[in-house]
């Protein structure tokens, strides 16, 4: 499966929230194959091969898109954590999580949209991009917060699009890994390095395909 030229059926909805207008898009179809929990190792979201797609394209758009907020609804019964669903924003929308229970109860009909992915959906990076990820003065990276069985990612454009590499190769290359029998995930850093030294586990994204078996 190629992200190229991807189209994603999505659906916009629209609330008032404290004088504030907000504009939620969601994937237009229920996400059947995905579960994302908290446990103690972090975020661990576990997705089927559609999945995988509704997340490299939700990924995208919350890059390009910093007025919007990207809503993932997942929560099912997991395996061994709390299910949680998955919100993905610009930090330019200084968006609180908090009010996260509130603006979802109030979000009008939904509007149908499609989101169509460009040839390449994420840019690449070369090392010396990368290298400046460890800088102590390097502040693009990846935030997280908890609010209403949510998991929120926050970030700029850049932070984003630093781990779109792991994105993409999760749908494109991942499952025929799958199918040899390798293990094939996106491990995505949310905050800075030192936190992942100290070994906090909710300072990282960890994203696998479900085995379809």
Not at 103 to 126: E, G
Not at 142 to 170: K, M, P
Not at 187 to 203: C, D, T
Request: hydrophobic share 45%; charged share 25%; glycine share 6%.
């Amino acid at each position: 499966m190629r992200l190229a030229g991807v189209r994603w059926r999505a659906s916009v909805g629209t609330a008032r929230l404290d004088g504030v207008d907000h504009r939620v898009v969601r994937p237009r179809r229920p996400i059947r194959d995905a579960v994302l929990e908290e446990d103690r190792f972090g975020a661990q979201f576990a997705v089927g091969k559609d999945a995988a797609v509704d997340f490299a394209a939700a990924w995208w758009l919350a890059a390009r898109s910093p007025h919007s907020l990207v809503h993932l609804p997942l929560r099912a019964p997991a395996s061994a954590g709390r299910p949680l669903d998955l919100v993905l924003l610009h930090h330019r929308l200084g968006f609180r999580v908090s009010s996260w229970k509130g603006l979802r109860a109030r979000l009008s009909p939904p509007a149908a949209t499609t989101v169509t992915l460009p040839p390449r959906p994420f840019p690449l990076f070369d090392r010396a991009d990368h290298e400046r990820f460890f800088h102590r003065d390097f502040r693009d990276h990846l935030r997280y917060s908890f609010a209403a069985d949510t998991l929120f990612v926050i970030g700029s454009r850049r932070a984003f699009e630093l781990a779109g590499e792991e994105v993409r190769s999760l749908v494109e290359d991942g499952p025929a890994q799958l199918a040899a029998g390798v293990h094939w995930c996106a491990e995505i850093g949310l905050g800075p390095w030192k936190q992942h030294h100290r070994r906090n586990p909710a300072a990282l994204l960890h994203v696998y395909h479900r085995d379809p078996r």
